[in-house]
């Protein structure tokens, strides 16, 4: 079974940047994807960004995060980041990372998240 690890979270002011780091106990199939989801208080869970290990095809959700935040990945240390800027309170969040066996598949491994608070 694949582990996934979160790491990065925090607490920082509205404007301010924010790089969270997944990394994956293994990568066992080539056409594998990890993405990133967000919970906040309340809300059901959403997804944010995702990207595939081979190749590197990504994409974003239609929300407010396209254009501040970024997805991208390091095959060699099997961790995908999530660059976050100009944060804004209603980002506040605990984060996900999740994997999945192909762009079309459902995912099925999930880390244990990491908190993002945002002040204003």
């Known amino acids: 079974q694949v582990q996934l690890a979160e790491s990065g979270g925090g607490l920082v002011q509205a404007g301010d940047s924010l790089r969270l780091a997944c990394t994956a106990s293994?990568?066992?199939?080539?056409?594998?994807?990890m993405g990133w989801f967000r919970q906040a208080p309340g809300k059901e869970r959403e997804f944010v960004a995702q990207?595939?290990?081979?190749?590197?095809?990504?994409?974003y959700s239609d929300s407010s995060v396209q254009g501040r935040f970024t997805i991208s990945k390091d095959n060699a240390r099997n961790t995908v980041y999530l660059q976050m800027s100009d944060l804004k309170p209603e980002d506040t969040a605990v984060y996900y990372c999740?994997?999945?066996?192909?762009?079309?598949?459902?995912?099925?491994?999930w880390g244990q998240g990491t908190q993002v608070t945002v002040s204003s």
């Open positions: 990207i595939q290990w081979i190749g590197g095809r990504t994409s």
């Open positions: 293994e990568r066992t199939y080539s056409n594998s994807v």
């Open positions: 999740a994997g999945k066996r192909g762009w079309a598949a459902e995912y099925f491994t």
